[in-house]
């Protein structure tokens, strides 16, 4: 058994499933870029077969990353195994992770399928998926409701047909670690040649074990770990990778194992993800919050003054707290902007984009002195979104809110290339704002989340907005960046419906 414990990032998949997170083509592309450089072995693309879109994501993905093994996911159907492996063709490393449910309640109510069935199944996906790569992988979806006879006998049967990888997920995030470490411990036993396939684990949140339950499945001889960044992912989210990664490496002593993640990365590409799906991330939580390193009590900063480890058990540098150094301001030229953009992973398409987000650049300039790398990301999603689809655009926006008075707002909009404004009163600038934008777009959409968060500190700091819309059954974020918070506000209301009117939002993998 290697001490190597294989990081399998989600973030891209199950991470998307998280109520509109979908994200376009070039958000993927960033956020895989910055997997590449955190060091993750296995970055889980997508679901070709869910549309032609993330198919097409997993195929650029493929041709541009070098390091990590590039992974669709597939139900173990041929349609789903081709479309996957068609995706993953370009990758100089690709995986195909095909699965079938396995417990009683998934393959009779969900499936309607008999045991032999599945097995058969299971089979003939991995064989399948062997025409195109031999790194497979196979998961046995809701494995913590399965009867341990049953996942015995397919796991043999697909290690018999070449999977490399077995797949043991909590997929409604159920099991406790003291029962998740026993389930391993006993597949690892019983399973025939389980010593010539990796063993993984997949685990879901709902009760707040995620974490905790993938640890006791490594203390119990599982070698891959599947998880999100920021615990991103289906209703409660995934096992976090900072926290699995932090714990290994903090307790050592534990688990004797390690993983190939640069964690000085984690805090980038947590910010990272979390700018790019609008999933802000709360103060408290570990490794990545706000507060996680924060000392408040008088007894905790004076222990830490004295000797740092009374109190902290890792070094914020270590998770790259810190980074954020001021990067530029407004004197800084073309050739500097393009270079600190090439060093964070940013690739824009063409002269014309640098163009585009230099002029961005130079405006925040003006109103922000210091820029950070955190506003250099903002920037750059202002403008991918901004190249979706512009439906609605903003051409000019005006609030005014006093003591006393109803606050006001006026917007002017180029709705399909044609001018238009409205005026309206709300509680506040911000409700004006919306309700002066839906008189115009008459969405009929409704508001489930609006969130503001400061990209850095400071009040000169830009706010980050997301706007979350549903209409029919569809779920959208929204994101807007400014110095000025009602008008963040407006770009990100506007962004969110011009995702629902350009439809691009992908389906859900597991339905
Ligand atoms: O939670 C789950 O079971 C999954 C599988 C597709 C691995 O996401
Ligand atoms: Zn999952």
């Given amino acids: 058994m290697t001490d190597k414990i294989i990081i399998f990032d989600t973030t891209l998949r199950d991470g998307e499933q998280s109520p509109g997170a979908s994200m376009t083509k070039e958000e993927k592309l960033r956020i895989a870029r910055q997997l590449d450089k955190l060091g993750v072995d296995v970055i889980e693309a997508g679901f070709a077969a869910a549309s032609p879109g993330d198919a097409d994501a997993i195929h650029s993905i493929a041709k541009i990353i070098e390091r990590s093994t590039v992974c669709s996911l597939a139900r173990a159907s041929e349609k789903d195994v081709r479309a996957a492996g068609e995706a993953i063709k370009p990758a100089k490393h690709g995986r195909i992770h095909t699965f079938i449910a396995t417990s009683p309640i998934h393959m009779q109510h969900k499936l309607r399928m008999s045991e032999d069935q599945v097995v058969e199944r299971a089979v003939q996906a991995v064989k399948w998926a062997l025409e195109y790569t031999d790194d497979v992988e196979f998961s ?289 600038p911000v409700d004006a704002i919306f309700k002066a934008i839906e008189q115009i777009a008459k969405s009929e959409t409704e508001l489930l989340l609006y969130s503001v968060n400061n990209i850095t500190s400071g009040t000169d700091a830009q706010g980050e907005v997301t706007v979350r819309l549903t209409k029919g059954g569809r779920v959208v974020n929204g994101q807007g960046a400014d110095t000025d918070i009602v008008t963040a506000s407006a770009k990100a209301y506007l962004n969110a419906l011009n995702k629902l009117h350009a439809g691009t939002e992908r389906a859900h993998p597991q339905v």
């Avoid at 150094?325 to 060093?343: I, W």
């Avoid at 002269?351 to 990301?377: G, P, S, T, Y």
Wanted: glycine share 8%; proline share 2%.
């Fill in 140 to 428: 046995a979806e809701d494995a913590v409701r399965s009867e341990m006879d049953f996942l015995v006998r397919i796991f043999d049967a697909v290690i018999q047909a070449g999977a490399t990888t077995l797949n043991v997920p909590d997929t409604v995030g159920y099991s406790i670690p003291l029962l998740w470490g026993e389930r391993f411990k006993e597949l690892i036993a019983r399973v025939p040649n389980s010593d010539k396939v990796i063993w993984s684990t997949h685990c879901h949140n709902d009760l707040g074990m995620a974490s905790a339950n993938s640890l006791a499945a490594v203390m119990n001889g599982a070698r891959q770990v599947e998880c999100t960044i920021n615990g991103l992912g289906e209703r409660a989210g995934n096992a976090s990778l900072e926290e699995v990664v932090m714990a290994i490496k903090t307790r050592r002593d534990v688990f004797t194992c390690d993983t190939g993640i640069d964690t000085t990365q984690i805090v980038p590409t947590s910010k990272l993800v979390s700018s790019i799906t609008g999933y802000p991330i709360q103060p408290n939580k570990a490794i990545v919050g706000a507060n996680a390193f924060a000392h408040e009590s008088g007894i905790h900063q004076d222990g830490v003054l004295k000797h740092r480890e009374t109190y902290e058990i890792m070094r914020a540098e270590d998770v790259g707290w810190g980074a954020n150094k001021m990067v530029m301001g407004k004197h800084s030229g073309r050739a500097a902007f393009r270079a600190r953009l090439q060093e964070l992973g940013i690739v824009l398409d063409g002269e014309e984009a640098v163009n585009a987000a230099f002029a961005r650049f130079k405006d925040l300039a003006d109103k922000k002195h210091e820029i950070f790398d955190e506003d250099l990301q903002a920037l750059v999603s202002d403008e991918e979104a901004a190249q979706v689809s512009e439906h609605y655009r903003l051409v000019a926006m005006g609030a005014h809110s006093e003591t006393g008075v109803l606050p006001v707002a006026r917007v002017v909009l180029s709705v399909g290339g044609k001018e238009t404004h409205a005026d309206a009163q709300g509680g506040g």
